[in-house]
């Protein structure tokens, strides 16, 4: 089932309300994209921690050979960020982000726009107004440059597999997961890292398959060389 058919899944019986917010129940969220693709699974990259304590965690869902990313940050009852979360709350947390990860691929993609039921069509989809600036704001606006592309801390880049009895599964997992971080990567040191930290899986995944492991690593060459380019 493509994406143009889940965005229309009424998912309204197993949705809930807190603080005016609309959450849709995880659970059922998996069901459904399972039922639609058997072999879906998902994966939690390394969390981010900010210098006030908080945590934004992440979700990779691989649903019909795409993988979607969505972040959450880790909050308390009044959806407020939470400083030091304990493991009940970065749990709770990494659910959500499960379930909106899902909403990626379309299913209750619509209650995250304040929408009660999904869109009949295309064109019932909100749209986003292209709004142009007063001409004298654009005259006075100042122009930023750019930032230099620098490499992320040699720590960041990290990955989480989640063990399993499939093979296959885990080696798709991994490569959703690399996909994920070589497209983020902005500078060579970073892809280096990617590899460097991640070391441990990617041994394993070699004794597995040397074939897969090849093509990871021409993967690895070919971001490398297209950022080094581009610095």
């Known amino acids: 089932m493509e994406y143009k058919e889940l965005r229309k899944i009424d998912v309204s019986k197993y949705t809930e309300k807190k603080n005016n917010l609309t959450y849709l129940s995880w659970a059922w969220a998996v069901d459904q994209l399972l039922l639609v693709d058997p072999k879906a699974h998902w994966f939690y990259p390394e969390y981010q921690r900010w210098g006030n304590g908080t945590v ?15 972040q959450l940050p880790v909050m308390d009852y ?6 030091e979360p304990d493991s009940f ?8 982000a499960l379930a909106k990860a899902i909403a ?3 299913i209750g993609l619509y209650i995250y726009n304040g929408e009660d039921l999904p869109p009949d069509t295309e064109e019932d989809m909100p749209k986003v107004a292209n709004i142009s600036a007063p001409p004298k704001a654009v005259e006075k606006a ?14 960041e880049w990290q990955l989480t597999v989640m063990d399993t009895n499939d093979a296959k599964g885990w080696l798709e997992s991994l490569k959703a997961g690399v996909d994920t971080l070589l497209t983020v990567a902005v ?3 970073d892809v280096a ?9 990617f ?16 993967s690895f060459s070919k971001t490398k060389e297209s950022l080094t380019k581009g610095k």
């Open 142 to 155: 100042k122009v930023t440059p750019a930032p230099t592309k620098t490499a992320g801390k040699p720590g």
């Open 89 to 96: 709350a970065v749990n709770t947390a990494m659910q959500r």
């Open 56 to 70: 934004m965690v992440f979700c990779t869902v691989v649903a019909n050979d795409v993988a979607r990313t969505a």
């Open 193 to 201: 890292n990617i590899f460097k930290n991640n070391r441990v899986v």
């Open 203 to 218: 041994d394993k995944a070699k004794a597995m398959d040397e074939k897969f492991y090849s093509e990871m690593m021409v």
């Open 78 to 83: 009044r959806n407020k960020p939470i400083a």
């Open 187 to 189: 500078h060579p040191d």
């Open 104 to 106: 990626l691929h379309g």
